[in-house]
């Protein structure tokens, strides 16, 4: 597209006298511009190659902007990246109020940062500060906003956008219409105007980016960089910035980002037939505790008929009040139309055991999913009761996170429609879904619960069907050692600690209280019982039983490992008491030891799935614990992570664990092979 845009400047407008202003506009439906190919980017062995590339775009802009005629972009869908940044060149922009229109420059996700001229043209157009989050969070502006903002100059509806461009544009060549910059308030003047101010917003971005990042990620610096520069020395800003993009664009962190946007891109296909799902118009959800309250909101906001179902009034009313309170939330923010939230609540019909017509309901459901408590009885009754009263192609999903889905299928009379669909909490927002089909599930079964995970916004990976699936089979081994390490005298504060340093969203305490002390107890234990023998060992779960007896099931009882109060959070002296009875010595353990040691567990269990062909490639294993668990995402994941650090050196250094602490650090045999030929899980 670069290159025909410049042909058709060169051609058709460069030397145009006739032509008094230009208009940009998309022929494709609902897509301004969504940015550079990123994997053309990937492609660039050395990334110096870059500079002379971005440079010539940047000279198409400074070119176009060289006619001396108003340039004016209509933006319908999105404008994203250096879609943005192309209208940024213009002198005025339009967008459409589509709900698919956005607008942002989301490249530092990417390990990146705007490099078509966005850190230096953002900025005078939106006010320092707005820009700087922008360019820091890679958020994106909704139409509305942007106005408010000063990022487009009109919003209009999408049959009206372009006649208000090509009359904008003529106003502007005539001089009828002035492009304006929105002026900014007295405060925001003597903030961002002057040198003094600009250092207070400095200081207080610099402190976010460091709270946020843990000093982790080099974009966001490199942004700031680039906007202190450009401000200083205008006459090299630009160059400043390709020079920079091109630095980052080398990093291990650009490149393990970038293989986790590429993961997903791969997770949104499947191999189970184009045309294996059956269409789906009505879900149920038995069960509206957090789970299936979250799984009925993200299936409703689709615009699928949820039918909520539990025990009585006071159980689905407590599902109802969780999802119009998030909805409620999303209005106040104006993330969400009061149009939207009334289509929500209106797409949900409650109903409890003692409702007369639930069976009538439940027999127009084309898939049911199940969010009770983890008791197999309880769920192969329910697989029983739905069997009874709904259609024959009804799809029966379980949301179970360990019991394998062979065992509830026993003894169902159509197993073949009956799967794993295993979500996270909260599930509004974690972004996984584990899709388990047992040995005798259809493939329309497994294609429909892929259908139905990406229309509610998952990033969907199939996994085997074995206890713990994947996900919570990684981290049965990673709570024992949390374990073991509180045994070994290890500070509650200096675990967290230790794993935030080591780039992990939060650390293994606050995990476990964010989860439920008694669902990571329950996982501990369920894995201890299966079948991973020595890999379940050298730890102590009954840690966890017992604050459940004492009711410290976490952040949802207000104490777990941390007393809850407001948004601050302790650990009190009753909890330290208890973890200093626990602990049997103290071994002084650095930092470096404390990381290696809980990494290393979770590690060599990714690899051991992928060994037992639990998940199908290293990129399902990567995409799976980035966004089932944070694993650290500037590593890219457990696998990508290996081949950074090297497969040899880790071997070696559970070799040396295996002797220190016992067998349960023995790397797997295919973490071996891989060391033994200097093999990586991916190519480069």
């Not at 461009?165 to 005539?174: F, G, K, R, T, V």
């Not at 983890?374 to 192969?380: C, G, I, S, V």
């Not at 599930?441 to 969907?460: H, L, N, R, V, W």
């Not at 602490?661 to 790397?667: K, L, R, S, W």
Request: aromatic content about 8%.
């Amino acid at each position: 597209m670069a290159e025909e845009a410049k042909k058709l400047w060169k051609d058709e407008i460069a030397s145009n006298s006739d032509v008094k202003a230009v208009v940009f506009s998309s022929a494709k439906p609902d897509m301004f511009i969504a940015g550079a190919d990123i994997f053309d980017i990937k492609a660039v062995e050395n990334k110096q190659d870059l500079i002379p590339f971005i440079a010539d775009g940047v000279k198409f802009f400074q070119d176009m902007r060289g006619k001396g005629v108003p340039l004016v972009a209509a933006i319908d869908g999105p404008a994203l990246g250096g879609g943005l940044e192309w209208a940024l060149w213009c002198d005025y922009r339009i967008c459409t109020d589509s709900s698919k229109t956005k607008m942002g420059l989301p490249e530092v996700k990417l390990g990146l940062l705007p490099g078509f001229g966005g850190t230096q043209n953002l900025h005078p157009v939106v006010g320092l500060q707005n820009a700087m989050d922008m360019m820091l969070t890679g958020k994106d502006i909704r139409p509305h906003q942007a106005k408010k903002m000063g990022l487009v100059d009109l919003v209009v509806a999408q049959a009206s956008l372009e006649r208000v461009a090509i009359d904008s544009a003529a106003a502007l060549a005539n001089g009828s219409l002035k492009a304006k910059r929105k002026s900014k308030s007295m405060f925001n003047k003597i903030l961002e105007d002057n040198s003094i101010g600009r250092n207070v917003i400095w200081n207080q971005i610099d402190k976010m980016v460091q709270k946020n990042t843990n000093g982790k990620y080099p974009a966001p610096y490199a942004i700031i960089d680039c906007v202190k520069f450009g401000l200083d020395n205008p006459s090299q800003k630009y160059q400043h910035e390709r020079e920079e993009f091109a630095k980052l664009a080398a990093t291990p962190e650009s490149e393990a980002l970038i293989g986790i946007f590429d993961g997903m891109t791969q997770m949104k296909k499947h191999s189970f037939g184009a045309d294996a799902a059956i269409p789906v118009k009505t879900v149920a959800v038995m069960g509206a505790g957090l789970m299936g309250a979250g799984i009925a909101q993200v299936t409703a906001e689709k615009g699928i008929k949820v039918l909520l179902k539990d025990r009585n009034d006071e159980a689905v009313g407590r599902g109802q009040s969780y999802m119009t309170e998030n909805w409620s939330k999303k209005l106040k923010r104006k993330r969400m139309t009061q149009y939207q939230y009334n289509l929500n609540t209106s797409n949900v019909t409650a109903l409890t055991d003692d409702s007369p017509t639930w069976q009538r309901h439940f027999g127009n459901a084309d898939m049911v999913i199940e969010a009770v408590f983890e008791d197999l009885d309880l769920k192969r009754k329910i697989v029983a009761n739905v069997e009874s009263v709904t259609k024959d192609h009804c799809i029966f999903a379980t949301n179970t996170s360990a019991i394998p889905i062979a065992d509830i299928a026993q003894g169902a009379s159509r197993p073949e429609n009956i799967i794993g669909m295993h979500y996270f909490s909260p599930v509004p927002s974690m972004p996984l879904l584990e899709i388990i089909p047992h040995t005798g599930t259809s493939d329309t079964a497994t294609a429909t619960a892929f259908e139905i995970g990406s229309k509610q916004g998952k990033t969907c990976i199939v996994v085997k069907d074995v206890p713990g699936f994947y996900v919570n089979r990684c981290l049965g081994p990673y709570l024992v050692e949390v374990s073991a390490l509180v045994r070994d005298g290890v500070p509650l504060e200096a675990l967290d600690k230790s794993l935030k340093n080591f780039g992990m969203p939060v650390g293994p305490i606050t995990l476990a209280d964010e989860v439920g002390i008694d669902v990571s107890s329950h996982v501990a234990k369920f894995l201890s019982n299966a079948d991973l023998g020595v890999r379940m060992e050298g730890g102590d779960v009954s840690l966890m039983e017992q604050m459940i007896g004492k009711g410290w099931l976490g952040k949802k009882s207000g104490q777990g490992f941390y007393t809850y109060k407001g948004k601050k959070k302790t650990i009190n002296e009753e909890v330290q008491k208890y973890v200093k009875d626990f602990a049997t010595r103290d071994l002084k353990l650095d930092e470096k030891e404390i990381q290696d040691r809980i990494v290393s567990r979770f590690v060599n269990e990714a690899a051991k799935c992928l060994e037992d062909e639990i998940i199908e490639n290293p990129v399902v294993g990567d995409i799976g614990l980035v966004f089932g668990t944070g694993f650290a995402p500037f590593r890219g994941g457990p696998f990508r992570y290996l081949d950074q650090v090297g497969v040899a050196s880790y071997v070696d250094r559970m070799n040396t664990f295996t002797d220190k602490y016992g067998p349960q650090f023995e790397p797997c045999q295919l973490l071996k092979d891989y060391a033994a030929t200097d093999k990586k899980f991916h190519k480069r």
